[in-house]
């Protein structure tokens, strides 16, 4: 019976946390990715730091991750976007991200599940949209745990490249 209640109380804690990173991304405009344009991926792979938290590798496809004052001039007019991301904690905007890893401080975190969002986001901050869906990725952790990933998300997984047929 604990063990159920322990389940439902970690669910309950994934779904509000959920809400919470979910009401704060969409309180930026969206934009979409308009027709002709590849649809960005994003995945999330979390790893325990050593010293301090963790550290997330953002991998993202038919996507170039840059900071605006390195953004290609012919900017978002060819079949790939570019732009930067959006890291979410717990459901609080914490930084922007222009490369593909970002480390996340312990005091960021609370004592039990936490959620990390990356969203993908045009150099004027406007969300990046493919029909009615944000492009993003999330992870529910628990730093308690042997194996801190509890759960992942992403509205645009990327496919496998190394699969063997």
Do not use: C
Not at 13 to 42: M, Y
């Amino acid at each position: 019976m604990t063990s159920i209640l322990v389940i439902a109380a970690t669910l309950f804690s994934v779904a509000a946390n959920n809400a919470l990173a979910s009401t704060e991304i969409h309180e930026h405009k969206a934009r979409d990715i308009g027709q002709g344009t590849l649809i960005p991926k994003i995945q999330l792979q979390v790893f325990r730091d050593q010293i301090d938290g963790v550290n997330i590798h953002v991998e993202v496809d038919n996507y170039l991750l840059n900071a605006p004052n390195i953004a290609k001039k012919e900017s978002n007019t060819g079949a790939i976007l570019q732009g930067h991301a959006h890291v979410y904690v717990n459901g609080v905007k914490r930084q922007r991200l222009y490369g593909e890893d970002v480390h996340i401080p312990q005091s960021w975190l609370k004592t039990g599940v936490n959620q990390v969002a990356v969203s993908l986001n045009s150099h004027q901050h406007e969300n990046w949209m493919s029909g009615d869906h944000s492009i993003v990725g999330s992870v529910f952790l628990d730093l308690s745990k042997k194996d801190i990933v509890l759960h992942t998300f992403t509205s645009q997984p990327i496919e496998n490249k190394h699969a063997h047929h």
